[in-house]
Nanobody
Framework: QVQLAESGGGSVQAGGSLRLSCAAS????????MAWFRQAPGKEREGVAS????????YYADSVKGRYTISRDDAKNTLYLQMNNLKPEDTAMYYC????????????????????WGQGTQVTVSS
């Protein structure tokens, strides 16, 4: 059974940084493509960053490009999201998602493409 568990959320002032982690279990992590999504109150869930198998390809939403970095450690079955220069509009519940097995260069920010989801971790950025 695929399980994803996010951690690392919290409250930070604008301009600060946070690093989210997503621990995966129940499947061969290295064969899966991963992504981070977020959902703010009253808004639709949006894709933030995606990473393919072996980190061959990464892709970011325009709103976070240059500030966020997605990475994965297959030895630890863990996905990361380094978030720098945070803004109040980054406030949301952040979710990690997994899909696989997938191609080496596959990536997507479409939530319907992912079968497995974590419970989320809250990020709050104050001005």
């Amino acid at each position: 059974q695929v399980q994803l568990a996010e951690s690392g959320g919290g409250s930070v002032q604008a301009g600060g940084s946070l690093r989210l982690s997503c621990a995966a279990s129940g499947y061969t992590y290295g064969y899966y493509c991963m992504a981070w999504f977020r959902q703010a109150p009253g808004k639709e869930r949006e894709g933030v960053a995606s990473i393919s198998r072996s980190a061959t390809t990464t892709y970011y939403a325009d709103s976070v490009k240059g500030r966020y970095t997605i990475s994965r450690d297959d030895a630890k079955n863990t996905l990361y999201l380094q978030m720098n220069n945070l803004k109040p509009e980054d406030t949301a519940m952040y979710y990690c998602a997994a899909q696989g097995p997938c191609g080496f260069t596959w990536y997507s920010l479409v939530d319907g493409h992912y079968a497995y989801w974590g419970q989320g971790t809250q990020v709050t950025v104050s001005s």
